[in-house]
């Protein structure tokens, strides 16, 4: 039960403070102008945005019951293959543009405060909806691959309503977060998630036939049993390893790898090749950013010190950077 719970509480915990913050960098910039007024347009466009998200939720949820097997593991395998493009490319947009979010935030509030009623409507829309969109992909294709699905679900819900008590007590002063340890830790365990999601990913769309694979006349047999050979002898389309004898598929140890590193008791060489392809890439470029956000970024020219809530300007930067 903790294996299908921990992996996404985890990931809600994270997707849901990013998007707490950046409401709270919004809020905090409409108090600072006084405009306390606009409030609820910004409110308006939040509330859409998770809206989308749940609808988004449901319709893959619920939609798939009408579906063949095959379509089901087409749509799910595509589905998922998405999921892993926009977590991939999240984490390194918020590494380059985490030191200038902040000020990208307030512009458009700038800017919609000069338009009409549904421009600051939009802003609160568009700021949470990427985040919303992101992290439901990302758990309804976790979840699929999970026997305790309303563990995983609970533990994904429990996560962000975490990260908004934790957002809300970062925006009033009374709690204070180290942000870039935080987002750097998740950050790296959301590209080893995003690697299992990925293998997947691919064995769905083996098993819907847009792959070749064990599950189909494509696989690579053994002459001996007339099955889809294992190991070495089941390169290309075979199976890379089996020890769902050892390790039971539905016990806890699997479960638990699954969630985090991706790991299944019986993996395809296509699976393995896509994990460990999207690990050697990914890794290095993630740790080079890191680093890259670690050198101290060039000092600023003096300022007037304004009233900005401190927790917004602290939170500006998923690697600590303000």
Avoid: C
Avoid at 31 to 40: C, H, S, V, Y
Avoid at 184 to 191: E, P, Q, R
């Amino acid at each position: 039960m903790l294996a299908s719970f921990f992996a996404p509480f985890l990931i809600g915990l994270r997707e849901g403070l990013e998007a707490a913050l950046v409401v709270g960098i919004l809020v905090a910039y409409l108090t600072k102008l006084g405009r306390r007024d606009a409030l609820p347009r910004l409110w308006a466009g939040v509330g859409l945005a998770i809206a989308l998200a749940a609808a988004i939720g449901a319709v893959f949820t619920f939609g798939a019951y009408a579906l063949t097997f095959e379509a089901q593991e087409l749509i799910g395998g595509g589905l998922s293959l998405l999921a892993v493009a926009m977590v991939t490319w999240m984490i390194f947009w918020m590494q380059r543009a985490g030191r200038s979010l902040k000020a990208g935030l307030e512009g458009g509030i700038d800017r919609a405060l000069r338009g009409g009623v549904w421009a600051l409507v939009a802003v609160g829309f568009v700021s949470v909806a990427r985040e919303g969109v992101e992290t439901t992909l990302l758990l309804w294709s976790m979840v699929q691959g999970f026997g305790n699905r309303p563990t995983a679900l609970l533990g994904a819900l429990v996560g962000i309503l975490a990260a908004a008590l934790l957002g809300w007590l970062i925006a009033r002063g009374m709690l204070r977060l180290n942000l870039g340890r935080f987002f750097t830790w998740t950050g790296g365990f959301l590209v080893v998630v995003a690697a299992g999601v990925l293998a997947y990913a691919i064995h769905d769309l083996q098993e819907g036939g847009a792959l070749p694979g064990p599950f189909g006349a494509s696989a690579t047999v053994d002459p001996a049993t007339g099955l889809a050979a294992v190991g070495w002898a089941g390169f290309p389309f075979g199976w890379a390893f089996d020890v769902s004898g050892t390790v039971a598929p539905d016990s806890t140890i699997a479960v638990l790898l699954q969630a985090t590193v991706g790991f299944m008791p019986a993996m395809t060489w296509l699976q393995v090749i896509a994990w460990v392809s999207y690990v050697a890439i990914v890794v290095p470029l993630f740790l080079r950013g890191v680093w890259a956000n670690r050198r101290p970024a060039p000092a600023p020219a003096a300022a007037p010190t304004t009233d900005a809530a401190p927790a917004a300007a602290s939170a500006t930067h998923p690697n600590g950077a303000s």
